[in-house]
C-alpha cells in the first residue's frame, strides 16, 4: 500500500489554541478514522509559530515531525509497525 504525503492547509490557530482535543489518545473514534491530513501552525508563544500536521476531521496529530521526507502516516502513539507515505513498513523504535 503507498500513501501520498500530500496534506491539506489547515486554519491558522490562534495564540493558545489547541491543536488537538485534550485526551485525544483516550478517543476510539482516532482509531476508526480514515485520516485526512492538513497542515495547521502553532502558536504557543506570541513570537514563535510551528507547523504540526493533524486529521481534517478527528483533529488527531500524525506520527513524526511535519518536516519528515517519508513520514509515518499514522497517527501519533499509535500501536504496530510504521507505514511510511512510500509504503515502507518497520517496527517501533527501529529504524526505515
Not at 6 to 18: K, N, Q, T, V, Y
Not at 26 to 37: A, G, I, K, N, V
Not at 63 to 90: E, I, N, T
Amino acid at each position: 500500500m503507498i500513501f501520498t504525503d500530500s496534506h491539506g492547509i489547515g486554519p491558522d490557530l490562534a495564540p493558545g489554541e489547541a491543536p488537538w482535543p485534550v485526551r485525544w489518545e483516550d478517543d476510539p473514534r482516532c482509531d476508526s478514522c480514515l485520516h485526512e491530513w492538513e497542515s495547521v501552525l502553532l502558536r504557543p508563544y506570541p513570537a514563535r509559530v510551528e507547523e504540526a500536521i493533524r486529521c481534517r476531521h478527528c483533529h488527531t496529530p500524525r506520527c513524526g515531525d511535519s518536516r519528515d521526507s517519508d513520514p509515518c502516516m499514522r497517527r501519533r502513539h499509535h500501536r504496530g509497525d510504521h507505514v511510511l507515505a512510500s509504503g515502507v513498513r518497520y517496527p517501533l523504535g527501529g529504524t526505515p
